[in-house]
């Protein structure tokens, strides 16, 4: 059915807005929570200590993509509603279990993989919900959807440091529940406009079964070359991506010590990555087809100079100004992956194509983290880690710059078949109809001579 533009789907937006700034609020203020790990469960005798830490937020933000592919499997065969539900149960048992840990392993598994697999598959049906709602309005409604994070990310630094400060870490976690208890309150809105697999295959017998393998896993978007180059550029492009994130406070008090307030570049880069997700995602909308990968591409190199930039700062002036750069453009990052998604591979397959995309994009943004901080603990300094983050993302957006031109090809192409098969059946009616007349006119002439 014609997406209704409206309606319920303004209350569709705000559950998925709440559900982008709780599971996004949560991750991107891991910077907080790493500080406090290391505090807590840090001893000055272990050489390993950020290595070891970072791996907890780094596995959290890492498994939430990971998930994807597997989200966007269910998503297509029990729909959004009960996903999304399910996955805010999860993610709630998982950071409630967080809080009574003693030690850091066991926050690899409660933390790291529970809660942030109840994320994914909380997060993933707030974005395919929103294409049964909306379609001319998607640009922007992704873009409000997305600046929940935002919001939330600029909140929730302050509200974590007054609640370690005051009632401790594990008090804390318990209080952050409440965010997940309320997503899956949220969940029970995605009311769903279209069919899932598992119910057309029933057909109208009123019998629900399951569809073949190959609908289940629906690789076939691979086939498409333009996705392809957009699945494997992004990868490519966050290898630095998430280590500002996890990284950045622990490099101000190695720098400043604890005469600035380190959590106001969290509250820069929430206000400004809210900022251009509603800006670009407005922009997405005039921009058309596959021409707004563009936006993406001017995102990575920004991105990507900002991080080598860190580095440079060493006034906290400074480095206030870099980081309002860099979620300005990570906002435009962010906003406009579905409606790209939406371009490259159409309304039918879009779940499972944000689902893969996301799914490999997990590695990088694993990996990063640890990296950044094996290198500090090596060489006492994040400067080289900053240094190198910023390289991925400036190749990544070289990458991308090729997909416009190959998208078009490929439509050129798919809009020369077509016409080939009407030409050929033109001239077949063609030869049919003068054969006609030419069988016609003798018997004609009988008939006259009768």
């Known amino acids: 059915p014609e997406p209704p533009e409206g309606g319920w789907g303004w209350v569709v937006m705000l559950a998925a807005m709440w ?23 840090g001893s000055p005798d272990d050489k390993q200590l950020v290595f070891k830490t970072a791996w907890v937020s780094s596995l959290s933000m890492g498994m939430v993509f990971f998930c994807s592919p597997i989200v966007s499997i269910f998503t297509d065969l029990f729909g959004c509603r009960k996903v999304a539900v399910i996955g805010a149960a999860v993610g709630l048992v998982g950071l409630l279990s967080s809080s009574f840990v ?32 909306f379609k001319k309005r998607l640009g922007l409604v992704n873009g409000i959807v997305t ?30 529940c409440i965010l997940m208890f309320v997503l899956f309150l949220a969940g029970f809105t995605y009311k769903p406009l279209v069919p899932n697999t598992k119910d057309k295959e029933g057909g109208k017998k009123g019998k629900s079964k399951f569809p073949p393998a190959k609908k289940i896993c629906n690789f076939s978007v691979f086939k498409v070359l333009s996705y392809r180059i957009w699945a494997f550029g992004i990868p490519a492009a966050l290898f630095g991506y998430f280590v500002p994130y ?47 990968i ?23 002036g400074a480095l206030v100004a870099v980081c309002l750069f860099m979620g300005l453009f990570d906002g435009c990052f962010i906003c406009i992956m579905a409606p790209i998604a939406f371009e490259l591979v159409g309304a039918q397959d879009v779940s499972q194509a944000i689902g893969f995309l996301l799914g490999l994009m997990s590695v990088p943004m694993t990996v990063g983290p640890p990296i950044a901080g094996l290198l500090r603990d090596k060489l006492g300094t994040y400067d080289v880690a900053f240094y190198l983050a910023g390289v991925p993302p400036l190749i990544g957006g070289a990458v991308l710059c090729f997909i416009p031109w190959v998208h078009e090809r ?41």
């Open 19 to 41: 559900c982008n700034g709780a599971v996004f609020g949560i991750q991107n203020s891991c910077g907080v929570l790493f500080v406090s790990m290391l505090r807590l469960f």
């Open 294 to 316: 563009y936006l993406q591409v001017a995102s990575f190199f920004f991105i990507g100079l900002m991080s080598m930039m860190i580095p440079l700062c060493n006034v906290f």
């Open 410 to 450: 490929q439509k050129l192409k798919q809009r020369a078949k077509p016409v080939d098969g009407e030409t050929t059946e033109k001239m077949l009616e063609n030869e049919s109809t003068l054969v006609s007349d030419t069988t016609e006119k003798p018997v004609k002439e009988l008939d006259s001579g009768f």
């Open 147 to 176: 600046a929940g994070s935002s919001l939330f990310t600029v909140s929730l630094p302050f509200l974590l440091r007054v609640l370690i400060d005051s009632v401790d870490l594990y008090n804390t976690l318990r209080v952050l």
């Open 102 to 133: 003693s030690t850091i392993e066991p926050l690899y598994f409660t933390y790291g993989i529970l809660f942030a697999c109840g994320c994914s598959f909380a997060y993933q049906p707030s974005l395919v919900i929103l294409g049964h709602y």
């Open 246 to 292: 996890v990284h950045l406070m622990n490099h101000v008090k190695d720098r400043f010590g604890d005469s600035v307030p380190e959590e106001v570049l969290l509250l820069c880069l929430g206000i400004t990555s809210g900022v251009g997700r509603l800006i670009f995602g407005r922009v997405a909308d005039y921009i058309p087809g596959a021409k707004k």
